[in-house]
Structure formats: C-alpha cells, structure tokens
C-alpha cells in the first residue's frame, strides 16, 4: 500500500459502517496518515470506522501546501484523503492533492462509497446519458442568472442533464433564481438529503414548481435541469 494516495468517501449521514463496503472500510483501517478538509469531522469518521486516534497523522489540506502533504508517501507510508462529506475531489479542496500526487507519479486509488451527484443523477429519471456537473454557480443575481440561461441552451442543444449544487444555507435563494429564469417546461430535479431519513428526490416541470414552491432551508440538495 505505500507509495499511494487513497481518495476515500465519507458518508452524506449517518454512520461510516453503514455507508461505506467493507472492502473500503478495511483499507481505511490500515492506514494512519490523512489529509482532510475539517479535521474534527475526519476524528469523529475515522473513530467510527475502528481507527485509534491518537495513533493517527491528520493534516488539514487548506493549512499547508499539497506538495508537501505527500511526504508520508515519500516515506514509504500509504496516506488517505477525506474531504468534509461525499467524495474528495469533487467540488472540493482535496483536488490540489490528487493534482499533486499525480505531479509526483504518485499513484491515486478511489474507494468505493457515496456520491451524492450520482445518486442524485440515478433518482431523477433524467438524461443519464449525457450529463454535466457545473459545481458551485455565481452569487451574484445578475450573473446567476446569465449561467442559468446559458446552462438550459446548453442542455436544450445537447440533450444534456445540468447538475449543481449550493452552500445549504443559499438553497433557497437558488432555487428562486431557477424558478425565475428557467422557462417553464424545464425539468427541474431537488435531491435534498441523500441517503439520510428525510431524503426527498423529485423531479418536475418548472412550472409546477412554481405552484408549488418548497422551502428546502439547510437541508444538503443536488440540482439537476434538463430542458424540456
């Protein structure tokens, strides 16, 4: 196992055992370097999954440079990366390592587990086919707006599912701007707490939305268009 990167995922809620097989759990358990996004969220995984604390090297990737975070490989140690929930690397800071790693011909292994993206793509009964994840969209109205419209043509010409996604406590806010600027037969998808007792995945025309309109507050949400 030296010499590698490990991207591992952690679970959207509920408990590491639950989420994740137990091939990835065993792999986890061998290790005792990691680079994280929140080191006290990474502690609390990693106890859950079996791991002894104290033992462990735990480093917070946005306090140090990444290059500089593979030195346990080079020392001949496997290290693991765990961003704050679902998979590293994706809309996540855990990039630069991987980035980094594959610098340094490091080799990087993903581990199974949970995605919201794909899970949220797999509920929606959208395109499945051809799909783009967009990340994080402008804050600002005007410019949210533009990339609204522009992402619908694109899904329009392509035939193309457009995913993203919001900081929780802005998920409300997103979902007006989508109500105002998409036209009404767009489909719109909210995937709102994957995986956790109050998971909730539907998928309608914005129109009805608009009838209807939901209050998602915090609540971890996926959004998905495809033009209708």
């Not at 080079?74 to 855990?94: F, T, V």
């Not at 899904?155 to 009404?184: G, M």
Request: hydrophobic share 45%; proline share 7%.
């Amino acid at each position: 196992m030296a010499g590698v990167l490990y991207a591992i995922p952690t679970p959207l809620g509920g408990k590491a055992t639950d989420a994740l097989p137990a091939s990835a759990l065993a792999t986890i358990r061998t290790l005792r370097h990691f680079v994280v996004e929140n080191a006290k969220t990474s502690r609390a995984f990693l106890k859950e999954a079996g791991l002894d604390l104290p033992t462990l090297d735990i480093q917070e990737i946005e306090k140090n440079i990444p290059e500089e975070l593979l030195q346990p490989i080079r020392d001949n140690h496997p290290l693991g990366l765990l961003s704050e929930a679902g998979c590293p690397a994706i809309a996540d800071p855990g990039a630069a390592l991987v980035e980094a790693a594959h610098a340094a011909g490091i080799r990087v292994v993903p581990l199974v587990g949970p995605s919201s993206i794909v899970l949220a793509l797999m509920a929606s009964g959208l395109e499945g086919q051809r799909f783009a994840f967009c990340g994080y969209l402008p804050r600002e109205a005007q410019e949210r707006a533009s990339k609204l419209r522009e992402l619908e043509a694109r899904s329009r010409r392509e035939r193309e599912t457009q995913i993203f996604i919001e900081t929780p406590y802005r998920n409300d806010v997103l979902l007006a701007a989508l109500l105002d600027a998409l036209p009404e037969k767009t489909l719109l998808c909210l995937a709102t707490d994957l995986t956790l007792a109050g998971e909730q995945v539907r998928t309608q025309s914005v129109l009805r939305w608009r009838k209807a309109r939901p209050t998602i507050g915090k609540r971890p949400t996926v959004f998905l268009l495809l033009s209708g």
